[in-house]
């Protein structure tokens, strides 16, 4: 047995534009000619089930018939170099009939039975009055050399368009004929068969919509008549469709995968971006904390200066935001009595208009001979800030304090309304409550044995109710026992305590 693999048919496959294939089978019929010539009798849309569109892409050429006036513009725009008619053809030429337009199918027809099965089934039909050619009148016109094949499809009008031609003039090497009734597999009764085979021609194959005839002389290939198969190096126009539209997806893929790359790039720089900005941001965080601590020595510079404390002052700036230099050691270094003297002589005699100077006769505060004069100016300056910003902490206090008060005078103004008005709520309450202390009394003393403490204590208002019966004292013992009692035990305190 041979290792080697089968040679395979590499070549770009054909692609099928027929409803059944016709046009695989006339390609092979043909042996693959790429200069055929063909008559396309209701040739109907120029490419979508067209058995000679796929042809036409290879070099065939053609004349299309199309009595319907869209599908003849589309004929028109994208089959130019096809010889396009808009013509219906019969057997006889210059008769005016009717030819009825199926809107938006593949159903028109001149045949008036046909139209009213149309209608039957539900589709738009739309007349036409049209004046009749014949194929021979077509031939005629265009003086083809040769014609290849020859196609009728006119639903259920084939066999009045093949009575129309000059078979002695003109003959086709193939004719395929239109042989079943619309949308079945039923094949309609006609006497084309047996016509055709008077004018010398043989049927070759029936595909199950269209018989095919061969004229005498023409040889068909021993192939010819088998089904399309995968040999015929075809696909169907859907599948080219589906693959052109996958091979359009991968490349839009691979556009969008090289976009996602680049936007990766991008996401690269805009991070080492951000990197930047963040260490950026880092430094001026950093800044801002020297900014703030050369304020905050700035500040309490100013308050040891306001408070006269030279000893926290002279500590500050030695200890100051950054080291200090030499000579602003020196200068803040202890000076005698004759050096003090010597310097207030210099800066006298060298004194310009405008300039601070400090005099030898002026007192000296304690400490302040070790802080030079332009260095007093600035502290000055920053303590009278500090007194004018103390100032109006100052008010805005007083503001806010009056403010407080107002609200304080207000809440107790409703404290003493609300106070007035619980008082008066209360007031059956204390009523009730003196009553009650009485009765509790009462008790008590009965408790106790000593009825003169009882009546001691006891008005002379319930004097009456302590010579009652002893049910009369079960009763308020019940009443000191019940519940109600002990819940308004609040109550009393309250008023007991509103009393005082």
Same mark, same amino acid.
């Given at each position: 047995m041979s290792n080697q693999l089968p040679e395979l048919d590499c070549e770009k496959p054909f692609v099928s534009y027929s409803i059944n294939y016709e046009d695989v089978l006339i390609r092979r019929i043909f042996s693959r000619k790429v200069d055929g010539f063909f008559v396309d009798v209701g040739a109907e849309h120029p490419c979508l089930g067209n058995d000679f569109y796929s042809l036409y892409m290879l070099g065939w050429t053609g004349i299309n018939i199309e009595p319907n006036e869209h599908y003849f513009k589309l #004929?028109?725009?994208?089959?130019?170099?096809?010889?396009?008619? %808009?013509?219906?053809?019969?057997?006889?030429?210059?008769?005016?009939?009717? &030819?009825?337009?199926?809107?938006?199918?593949? #159903?028109? @027809?001149?045949?008036?039975?046909?139209?009213?099965? !149309?209608?039957?089934?539900? &589709?738009?039909?739309?007349?036409?009055?049209?004046?009749?050619?014949? /194929?021979?009148? $077509? &031939?005629?016109e265009a003086q083809p050399a040769h014609i290849d094949v020859l196609k009728v499809d006119v639903e259920g009008f084939e066999e009045r368009v093949l009575l129309g031609n000059d078979w002695s003039t003109y003959r086709p090497s193939i004719v395929m004929v239109e042989a079943t009734l619309p949308q079945t597999s039923e094949r309609r009764p006609t006497n084309i068969? *047996?016509?055709l085979e008077k004018l010398g021609y043989r049927q070759i194959h029936f595909d199950g919509l269209n018989d095919i005839f061969a004229e005498k002389e023409f040889v068909v290939p021993a192939d010819a008549t088998m089904p399309p198969n995968v040999f015929d190096n075809f696909i169907p126009a859907e599948v080219a469709a589906l693959r052109d539209a996958n091979a359009s997806l991968k490349t839009n893929f691979a556009d969008a995968e090289t976009y996602v790359h680049s936007l990766e790039s991008e996401r690269g720089v805009? $991070?080492?971006? @951000?990197?930047?900005?963040?260490?950026?941001?880092? *430094?001026?965080?950093? =800044? !801002?904390?020297? !900014?703030?601590? =050369?304020? *905050?020595?700035?500040?309490?510079?100013?308050?040891?200066?306001?408070?006269?404390?030279?000893?926290?002052?002279?500590?500050? /700036?030695?200890?100051?935001?950054?080291?200090?230099?030499?000579?602003?050691?020196?200068? +803040? %270094?202890?000076?005698?009595?004759?050096? +003090?003297?010597? $310097?207030?002589?210099?800066?006298?005699?060298?004194?310009?208009?405008? %300039?601070?100077?400090?005099?030898?006769?002026?007192?000296? =505060?304690?400490?302040?001979? /070790?802080?030079?004069?332009? +260095?007093? &100016?600035?502290? /000055?300056?920053?303590?009278?800030?500090?007194?004018?910003?103390?100032?109006?902490?100052?008010?805005?206090?007083?503001?806010? +304090?009056?403010?407080?008060n107002r609200r304080l005078l207000a809440s107790t103004s409703q404290l003493q309304g609300e106070n007035l008005s619980l008082r008066r709520a209360l007031g059956p309450a204390y009523a009730v409550s003196e009553e009650l202390s009485v009765i509790h009394s009462w008790l008590e003393a009965q408790r106790e044995g000593d009825p003169s403490s009882r009546k001691r204590s006891v008005s002379s208002e319930h004097r009456i109710a302590l010579e009652e019966p002893s049910d009369t004292e079960r009763r308020l013992q019940a009443v000191y026992m019940s519940t109600s009692w002990r819940v308004t035990k609040p109550l009393r305190a309250v008023g007991r305590l509103l009393k005082r």
């Open positions: #004929l028109k725009e994208h089959r130019p170099r096809d010889r396009n008619m %808009q013509r219906a053809l019969s057997d006889v030429g210059g008769q005016h009939i009717v &030819f009825f337009e199926v809107e938006n199918t593949g #159903l028109s @027809t001149c045949d008036e039975k046909q139209a009213a099965a !149309s209608v039957d089934k539900g &589709f738009k039909v739309i007349r036409h009055n049209v004046v009749t050619s014949t /194929l021979k009148d $077509v &031939f005629e068969k *047996h016509d805009l $991070v080492a971006t @951000t990197s930047d900005l963040n260490q950026h941001n880092r *430094h001026l965080i950093r =800044a !801002s904390h020297q !900014s703030s601590t =050369a304020a *905050h020595f700035a500040r309490e510079v100013a308050l040891a200066s306001i408070r006269g404390k030279m000893d926290e002052l002279l500590a500050i /700036l030695a200890a100051g935001p950054m080291p200090l230099s030499q000579g602003q050691r020196r200068r +803040l %270094q202890p000076m005698s009595e004759q050096a +003090l003297e010597q $310097v207030s002589r210099e800066e006298n005699a060298t004194a310009t208009p405008g %300039q601070s100077v400090v005099k030898s006769s002026e007192p000296v =505060a304690p400490g302040n001979e /070790l802080v030079p004069a332009e +260095l007093r &100016f600035e502290l /000055l300056m920053a303590r009278l800030q500090a007194m004018d910003a103390a100032n109006s902490r100052l008010v805005n206090d007083i503001e806010d +304090l009056r403010h407080e």
